[in-house]
């Protein structure tokens, strides 16, 4: 299913095929997907000019992200170092990224929560759910960085941002120097972006023939659960017993009773 508007919203399309095997569809699928994750993989091109030649090279970098709703408008963050790769010489890849006017970008998320076990090996899958954002990057002001990290912390560890220490001039880059370790980028979600969702939910393999003997090897569906361990403090928190923050301690009990 898919469609475009001119009211802002995203154009999409999403595919969803449930337990019974059956397709359907909603305009929101990509929303819970997004609000659930905090990893992305971002893809882009990059031009390379070694010498007298030119080519375009592709790109891919793993980064956290945080996904945001202001004024009906849904955007996600970006996180990650500008200084990154450190041992190369070229410009880093995040940095390549830094700009007001924006960089064309492909940015998937992905959550597998089964291992569907086939008879053979063309009906083995997962069970999963995933979102393809088709939009433009681009570098987050000054003046909207607090929201931004503010989003970015929330979407990892729900009620933590309350618990940290304030953010610097620095940190915020309202510093003058324009040259922030951490580079925050955002992602307008309103049209013309695309966002593509697909959540693939069985419990019973594909593509199985009764020619295959089926009753001689095995099939069905192994849970993956998403959870956490026990909170592993620094040195200097050991050292001055300070004691797990309330938010860790609710974001493991969430998942424990899951």
């Known amino acids: 299913m898919s469609q475009e508007s001119d009211s802002g919203q995203p154009s999409f399309t999403a595919t969803v095929i449930n337990k019974r095997g059956e397709l359907t569809c909603s305009a929101d699928a990509w929303k819970p997907i997004l609000k659930a994750g905090f990893v992305c993989s971002v893809a882009y091109s990059e031009v390379v000019t070694p010498g007298d030649t030119s080519s375009v090279k592709p790109r891919c970098v793993p980064m956290v992200y945080g996904y945001h709703e202001e004024a009906g408008e849904p955007v996600i963050y970006l996180h990650?170092?500008?200084?990154?790769?450190?041992?190369?010489?070229?410009?880093?890849?995040?940095?390549?990224?830094?700009?007001?006017?924006?960089v064309p970008v492909c940015v998937t998320v992905t959550s597998v929560n089964g291992l569907v076990v086939g008879r053979a090996a063309i009906s083995t899958s997962l069970n999963?759910?995933?979102v393809v954002v088709n939009g433009i990057a681009k570098k987050v002001r000054p003046e909207?960085?607090?929201?931004?990290?503010?989003?970015?912390?929330?979407?990892?560890?729900?009620?933590r941002w309350g618990e940290i220490h304030p953010l610097t001039d620095s940190e915020l880059n309202t510093d003058g120097k324009d040259s922030p370790d951490v580079g925050v980028l955002a992602?307008?979600?309103?049209?013309?972006?695309?966002?593509?969702?697909?959540?693939?939910?069985?419990?019973?393999?594909?593509?199985?023939?009764?020619s295959w003997g089926l009753d001689a090897y095995w099939a069905g569906v192994v849970p993956l659960l998403h959870t956490y361990g026990t909170p592993q403090?620094?040195?200097?928190?050991?050292?001055?017993?300070?004691?797990?923050?309330?938010?860790?301690?609710?974001?493991?009990?969430?998942?424990?009773?899951?």
């Not at 190369?88 to 006017?101: A, F, G, H, Q, Y």
């Not at 909207?144 to 009620?159: C, H, N, S, V, W």
């Not at 992602?187 to 009764?210: G, M, R």
């Open 80 to 102: 990650g170092s500008t200084y990154w790769p450190p041992d190369t010489k070229r410009l880093p890849s995040l940095r390549r990224l830094w700009t007001e006017t924006g």
């Open 144 to 159: 909207d960085r607090m929201k931004a990290f503010e989003a970015l912390t929330e979407q990892i560890i729900p009620g």
């Open 187 to 210: 992602i307008s979600l309103a049209a013309p972006t695309e966002v593509c969702a697909k959540t693939h939910q069985i419990c019973n393999p594909e593509h199985e023939q009764d």
């Open 128 to 130: 999963y759910s995933s």
């Open 233 to 258: 403090p620094d040195a200097r928190s050991a050292n001055l017993h300070t004691p797990v923050p309330e938010s860790v301690l609710a974001l493991i009990a969430r998942h424990r009773q899951q």
